[in-house]
Each structure stands twice: as C-alpha cells, then as structure tokens.
C-alpha cells in the first residue's frame, strides 16, 4: 500500500521559517511529480511547488524567492523549504506525489500538515 507522510508543519513567527518533508513508502515503480499543495480556510487547494523527477521545479507566484522546493529520489521524499513566512502562508500543506505502480499511474495525497504564521 503506497503512502506519502508528511511532517515538518507547525506553529511560527512571521519572517521565520520552517523546512516540510514528505516521504513515499511501498510498492512502486518510480515517482514522477512530486509537489506541494495548500489549502487555507474558505479557499481552494493550490498548488505551492512541483518538482518532476530530474526537471525543473514551478512555483507558484505568491511564494516564488522565498519557499525552495527539492526531492531525494534515493529517499523517496520531496522537502519544502519555507523562509520569511507571512501570515497569508498559514493552511494546511498537502503532499502530492504521480507513481507509477504494476496496475499503472497513480496519484496519491497526504495527509496534510498545519502550518500556522502568527503577525
């Protein structure tokens, strides 16, 4: 059975910062896309970063120069790291990994993590 665990969330300072993890277990080919979404209160899911396997990463707008996303593909993880957080970061911060399993592509979620950035 293919997880994706997150850790890494909690509560800080803005300006401060906080470094997520996610890391893919059981049985699978490969990973392609590995990324991270979130979802603040009232709002829809968005996309914070994606990374393909040996590409290039997207970010999105709103957090480009400050959050840097990367993957261990030995280690089956993918990391964000979060720097001079504001208040408008806080959500909930979802894992996103494409693996490819026998049965064919899949996409799997997390179980997502609170990220809180007090002002």
């Known amino acids: 059975q293919v997880q994706l665990v997150e850790s890494g969330g909690g509560l800080v300072q803005a300006g401060g910062s906080l470094k997520l993890s996610c890391a893919a277990s059981?049985?699978?080919?490969?990973?392609?896309?590995m990324g991270w979404y979130r979802q603040a209160p009232g709002k829809q899911r968005e996309l914070v970063a994606a990374?393909?396997?040996?590409?290039?990463?997207n970010y999105a707008d709103s957090i480009k120069g400050r959050f840097t996303v990367s993957r261990d593909n030995a280690k089956n993880t993918v990391y964000l790291q979060m720097n001079s957080l504001k208040p408008e970061d806080t959500a909930i911060y979802y894992c996103?990994?494409?693996?490819?399993?026998?049965?064919?592509?899949?996409?799997?979620w997390g179980q997502g993590t609170q990220v809180t950035v007090s002002s």
């Open positions: 059981g049985t699978f080919f490969t990973i392609y896309t």
């Open positions: 990374i393909p396997s040996g590409g290039t990463a």
């Open positions: 996103n990994g494409a693996l490819q399993l026998r049965i064919g592509a899949r996409d799997y």
